[in-house]
Structure formats: C-alpha cells, structure tokens
Nanobody
Framework: QVQLVESGGGLVQAGGSLRLSCAAS????????MGWFRQAPGKEREFVAA????????YYADSVKGRFTISRDNAKNTLYLQMNSLKPEDTAVYYC???????????????????WGQGTQVTVSS
C-alpha cells in the first residue's frame, strides 16, 4: 500500500505554468507505475499522463501533449507534473495515482490504478 498526497495546485492565468507534486509514502515508490488524472465538474475522471516505474517511458493524453511533462524522482518518492501553456479547459481537480499492474497498455485507464491521492484544484482563468 502507498499513500499519495498532491500539492501545487492553484489559480493561474491562461498561458501560465504550474508544477504539481505528489508525495508518496508507505511502500517502495519505485515499485509503482504512476499517473496523473483530472476531473472537471460534471465530467468523468480522465487520463492526463503516466510514467513507468523507472521513469524511462511516458504517456500523454492528446489534449496535453507538448504542454505537460510528467516526471518522477524515486530518491525523493515524488511524482511531478509540469504544466505549461495552460488553458481554461485544463481547469479541474488533478489526482495522482499509483498502479501495480504490469501492462503499459493499461496506463491510461482509471480502473487500472490501485491507489489515489485526494486531489488538488487547478483553476486556469481566461
């Protein structure tokens, strides 16, 4: 089991940048593949980005590709999401998630993740 706590959310103007962090504790961080998801009011939770256990492989939703960068520092047990060129449609609660599944083809699926943080609000003003 791993506990996840997100931080770094807030209010930012369109075109601005923000970096989210996810601090993990409880088990060996490097044992988990990680992902970021987001959920806007009245919408389903959707995939944003994912990263492999080693950090070698990354995956992005088309909507954020080229603007967001997912990374991890296993020595610090921390996951990051660097968000640049933010748009109003990026407004949502952002969740950090961990999975123990072995298949990279499942990296984008909400149901593939075993542990979730409480979320952090990101609001982008137009």
């Amino acid at each position: 089991q791993v506990q996840l706590v997100e931080s770094g959310g807030g209010l930012v103007q369109a075109g601005g940048s923000l970096r989210l962090s996810c601090a993990a504790s409880g088990r060996t961080f490097s044992s988990y593949a990680m992902g970021w998801f987001r959920q806007a009011p009245g919408k389903e939770r959707e995939f944003v980005a994912a990263i492999s256990r080693s950090g070698f492989s990354t995956y992005y939703a088309d909507s954020v590709k080229g603007r967001f960068t997912i990374s991890r520092d296993n020595a610090k047990n921390t996951l990051y999401l660097q968000m640049n060129s933010l748009k109003p449609e990026d407004t949502a609660v952002y969740y950090c998630a961990a999975r123990i599944g072995l298949y990279s083809t499942q990296a984008m699926g909400v149901t593939a993740y075993d542990y979730w943080g409480q979320g952090t609000q990101v609001t982008v003003s137009s």
